[in-house]
């Protein structure tokens, strides 16, 4: 069966949890313990070298890894990803961003200030990931003022991307009560078929 | 027709470059200020929100930003994207690797080091980039001592997005002698037909 190895708080293994459970794939989770530095043994860089999760074994010795590919791969020939050619290359414009733009701030703020603690000597540069996580949040709800979803009038994979840590972004002291259309977007998502939550341990059943 | 909007210096916007010259398609480069803010205007904001190069206009009005999914635009149904599903995968996989694990550190230390100075009171996050930067680079000659290119046996997009600022690393500091499978990498790129230079002011002739 299909192994997801992850951290169950990281929003970047939620994005693979919620959609294999919105597509109704089963899969078995192996849980990884950061702290220990789980991640970084040889063994499991011979799984994934970038040495993070999620990875997922797609068959015995068959890994992929980066949480916005492994959306791609399984969603790949479903309605989750756009069939119009202008919004699909749309929806990994947001996945871009969301890794580049989003993520090192309002991800990193929140496993700082929720999970690890700050490390020393980086107060700072808290403070700047914070400044710059609202730049990205700015972005996002001007796109959600002119369209329900991100790659356009359908939910697709760059929702579910850039959902898993926007919805807990209050877990890295981000307030989002000034965030109207973001905050509508969390409905619109929430309200999708077989949705399931980041505390969600298990998948929901088939 | 098509427009880039580009920094000449930006690995980012050769990305693009390089794929259109190897393409074949056509285009007219739109040179934007950085150290003026250029995209930072409403004007330019309404082009691209994330208000960054390269941005491209396909049409009057029509707009894609962010390089890796404006190479999956243009390179959709061309031998840039492979057509084994795993191996598509794993072409993402490498071009999010690039942006999360490598740009960030590779592309901001040169453009610090080579281009804008560094920031003041950003001396010690320099040291950390670089360092960040040659974990990146330690992962890349791993895996390009397994197989010829990111993807596979085949030049793909994942090659364009990581030689972008990979082969001009020393322009920020980073010593590659230490990485004979990358240079060997660096030959095989470069040998691809239609190959463009960083310093290619305008696209060869067709």
Known sequence: MLKLY?????????KVRLLLNQLGT????????????????????????IARVPTVELEPGKFLAESNAILWYFAEGTPFI???????????????????SHEPYIAVA??????????AGKEREL??????????????????????????????????SLYAYTH????????????????AWFERVQAQPRHLRITDAVPAAS
């Open 6 to 14: 992850q951290f169950q708080p990281s929003g970047n293994c939620y």
């Open 26 to 49: 089963p899969f078995q989770v192996v849980e990884m313990d950061l702290m220990a530095g789980a991640t970084r043994t040889p063994e499991f860089k011979a799984k994934n070298p």
């Open 82 to 100: 756009p069939t119009d050619k202008l919004e699909r290359a749309r929806m990994l414009q947001w996945m871009f961003f969301e890794q580049y």
């Open 110 to 119: 929140r496993a700082w200030i929720s999970f690890f603690g700050v490390p």
């Open 127 to 160: 403070e700047e990931r914070i400044q710059k996580g609202y730049v990205a949040l700015d972005v996002m709800e001007g796109e959600l003022k002119q369209r329900p979803f991100f790659a356009g009038n359908q939910y697709s994979l760059a929702d579910i």
């Open 168 to 183: 807990v972004a209050e877990e890295g002291r981000f307030d989002l009560s000034r965030y109207p259309a973001i905050r």
